[in-house]
């Protein structure tokens, strides 16, 4: 069933059972005052009855809002953040089975210290008995986690700058991807204040503050940087206020121009090096 040339209408030209094209028509659909869109529908013959109407304006909505997840989900940033938190899943995994590990192999070696080193040689070492041959299993299966976290960061370290240049200039690659990733993306992050970037990741010393009880923090995963993990630690504060304001900055320019501006980082290194002075005074 066509439309009979419903003017201005989102739905002109398209058939009911068009969900992809409806869907196309709402998304990108624009009206600049309220109509009586089902009431049109019905008039230009497009469906026979308003719940048909919204029927097919439920299916095209869903659609639109489908697809406009999955277009946001394969976006670079977010692929960012899948990967730094892959990174720490598997830093964490490696740590608890590592573990683990030193022990079991203890009651095979009460000498053994149990490094990267060990866990590597233990991998390769021919066992001589069912139990030290599941051991050298599990430590080969740990070796392979220890690979894919390097892979992971290495990953993080490319991605890193192409997503967010002026950000991962300024904190360095895996830093300006957690927080973007605290943050939910680079978008969220662009939009947020300073004095909130300051704090992302300390959360919870956060709430516990606002409850009472608890003195504000100075920083959260920004304390990460070496201008605030170096800073004395009666200037840690203002350190951590001066790179909070930089970042917010170069987030901001990296959402909304992605381009270039190594001057952030001349200002933030002056910043950080006076704060640095006055601690040694």
């Not at 201005?8 to 709402?26: K, R, S």
């Not at 008039?43 to 439920?58: F, K, N, R, S």
């Not at 489908?66 to 277009?71: F, M």
Request: proline share 6%; charged share 30%; aromatic share 4%.
């Amino acid at each position: 069933m066509n439309a009979r040339n419903p003017t201005g209408a989102w739905f002109e030209g398209l058939e009911p059972d068009d969900v992809d094209g409806a869907a196309e028509a709402v998304r990108d659909g624009r009206a600049t005052t309220p109509r009586e869109w089902a009431a049109e529908a019905v008039d230009a013959g497009v469906v026979p009855d308003e719940e048909a109407y919204y029927e097919w304006l439920h299916e095209a909505t869903l659609a639109a809002a489908t697809a406009a997840v999955a277009t946001y989900e394969r976006a670079d940033d977010q692929q960012l953040i899948h990967a730094i938190r892959a990174l720490d899943d598997c830093q964490r995994v490696v740590n608890e089975l590592t573990e683990r590990l030193g022990e079991w192999a203890g009651t095979h070696d009460p000498e053994a210290r149990v490094d990267t080193g060990y866990v590597r040689s233990l991998a390769e070492r021919d066992p001589e008995s069912p139990a030290e041959r599941r051991l050298v299993t599990f430590a080969g299966r740990i070796v392979a986690l220890e690979d894919e976290t390097r892979e992971l960061r290495a990953f993080v370290e490319r991605s890193a700058p192409e997503v967010a240049p002026n950000l991962s200039a300024l904190a360095g690659a895996e830093l300006a991807a957690r927080l973007i990733s605290l943050a939910g993306g680079l978008e969220p992050l662009a939009k947020k204040p300073s004095g909130t970037v300051q704090v992302l990741g300390a959360e919870q010393s956060l709430f516990a503050h606002l409850a009472g009880g608890a003195p504000s923090p100075k920083h959260g995963v920004i304390y990460l940087h070496e201008g605030v993990r170096r800073a004395p630690p009666d200037h840690r504060g203002s350190a951590a206020r001066a790179l909070a304001g930089k970042l917010s900055i170069a987030a901001r320019v990296d959402h909304y121009s992605g381009e270039r501006r190594p001057e952030l980082d001349q200002e933030l290194e002056r910043r950080l090096e006076r704060i640095h002075a006055r601690g040694r005074e």
